[in-house]
């Protein structure tokens, strides 16, 4: 906690309003909650996407249904690696016709939301695909942008982006780490 | 370590991997598209010097399902049966670039000495009387889904486990045995005298030739086929005999309490080691373990393939 490199960027009150703006912006561009599908990638993606359909919901009431979407298999980094562990995929309502929102907790070179994608398609035909993440940090090395996004974070590719969330990890907090300073 | 040839190879935390992922890939089986893109471009060769239907049929859905090109060598019609030696076989598929073998053979060890011989992967898909690991890892998968559908946690720990019947001939009982050993469960080996396999007391579990006493204790009862084509006869007197003292027959059944699992690799002798109430009970794994199958192998294999060539390992 008290890592001089690190750099607090926002705690929970400020996490909870950007969540708070950003369901309402999927609201309002889908007009409401109908046949809209959040899909948390696991892990911090999860909590995220939880949290904005209750958001949603206790707004609009009805549920909206959410789940989770893992992207392992499909990362194109597979073969760079030892063996990744492999989380869980539960989509609770076919997603064909669907407008799903793919929630992630940070976007980066958006390689993990190209896998989303290959991960979709055999999941089924969804009528749109949209994206919300609660922090852009840039650096993008494919053509793909966020439509929800929490904080534009700019930084350099030597700084990590450290997302907490109190249901995986005790409290919410954003915090850019800067690589160790000799 | 390289490849998987035996249950006593896998630490609890990488059988608890193994099971964790054949969870996920459970689900696969599930959907509409059954296919992952994980091990595209890999080429697995299922080299079975014995037939086998089921487990050579769920090597072959596993890699396929997981996108890596599988190729099935059967003994029969293949070079071995022009009188090229395994491993020669074994090498020249080898050198074709092959990342990882799938061998069935009918001698016990067989399939350790053919990794010796190769770059690729091998895994043990059953070597004679000896072990047969993947078999082992799916008869853990289905009852772990088991004891957690009678609301446990779906620890072995201190889980009474009775393996019973053809214990001579069985090569599932050996792996069986040493997974148990390293997930804490409790096995205890029931069998007539003439079907226990030489230095079964250096195993480190019970064993007995009383069924009906293990019964009242058992968490899970495992029947294991007699299996007649490996006798020569003299093993017991007659089959309605070795029901009568070994089989799950219906008055057993009858006694056995509904949150006793009951398992059985098949193919099985109806009428002799498992009757049909027990094969067809609401408390059988019997299908539970063979739809298992699939999912366990993929993750095996993902386990095994799925990462980096140096680092592909469990």
């Known amino acids: 906690m008290t890592d001089p490199s690190t750099h607090t960027i926002w705690g929970s009150a400020e996490i909870s309003r950007a969540l708070t703006r950003m369901a309402h912006e999927i609201l309002e561009s889908n007009g409401g909650t109908s046949g809209l599908l959040l899909l948390g990638i696991p892990t911090r993606g999860v909590p995220l996407a939880r949290r904005l359909a209750r958001i949603m919901a206790d707004t609009e009431g009805g549920a909206v249904p959410v789940g989770e979407l893992d992207i392992t298999m499909y990362r194109d980094d597979l073969r760079n690696n030892p063996t990744r562990r492999v989380g869980r995929t539960v989509v609770p309502t076919p997603i064909d016709g669907r407008t799903v929102v793919l929630v992630d907790d940070v976007l980066y070179s958006g390689r993990t939301i190209a896998a989303a994608f290959d991960a979709l398609r055999d999941l089924g035909r969804p009528k749109a695909v949209r994206l919300a993440v609660l922090v852009d940090r840039g650096h993008r090395e494919l053509p793909i942008r966020a439509d929800y996004v929490g904080k534009d974070l700019p930084t350099s590719t030597s700084e990590k982006v450290r997302v907490r969330l109190t249901e995986l990890d005790g409290s919410d907090e954003v915090a850019v780490q800067r690589e160790e300073a000799r | ?314």
């Open chain 2, 1 to 314: 370590m390289k490849g998987l040839l035996s249950a006593a190879d896998l630490n609890a935390h990488e059988i608890e991997s193994i099971l964790d992922v054949a969870e996920e890939m459970h689900t696969i089986q599930q959907r509409p598209v059954k296919k992952l893109p994980a091990l595209r471009g890999r080429t697995i060769v299922n080299l079975f010097f014995e037939d086998s239907t089921r487990t050579r049929t769920s090597f072959e859905i596993a890699g396929k399902w997981l996108s890596a090109d599988t190729i099935n060598v059967s003994a029969k019609g293949s070079s071995v049966s022009k009188g090229e030696s395994m491993r020669d076989t074994m090498m020249t598929l080898d050198s074709m670039g092959v990342d990882a073998f799938v061998i069935r053979h009918s001698s016990s060890g067989a399939v350790a000495q053919a990794a010796s011989w190769v770059k690729a992967q091998c895994i043990n898909a059953g070597d004679g009387q000896h072990e047969h690991p993947t078999q082992a890892l799916l008869d853990a998968f289905a009852m772990r889904q088991h004891f957690r559908t009678l609301g446990e946690g779906g620890s072995f720990a201190g889980k009474r486990i009775a393996i019973v019947g053809d214990l001579l001939h069985s090569r599932v009982v050996r792996s069986n045995v040493l997974l148990q050993r390293t997930l804490g469960g409790k096995v205890t080996l029931v069998a007539p005298p003439t079907l226990l396999p030489m230095g079964v007391d250096t195993w480190g579990c019970e064993v007995s030739s009383d069924f009906d006493a293990v019964l009242d204790e058992a968490d899970i009862v495992m029947m294991l086929r007699v299996q007649r084509e490996r006798m020569s006869g003299g093993f017991f007197p007659t089959a309605r005999e070795y029901a009568a003292s070994y089989g799950l027959t219906e008055e057993r059944f009858a006694r056995l309490s509904p949150t006793v699992g009951i398992c059985h690799p098949g193919p099985m002798n109806r009428g002799v080691e498992i009757s049909s109430a027990a094969a067809d009970a609401i408390n059988s794994l019997v299908l539970d373990q063979v739809s298992a199958g699939v999912a366990v192998r993929m993750s095996v294999l993902y386990h095994l393939l799925g990462g980096a060539d140096e680092e592909g390992q469990l």
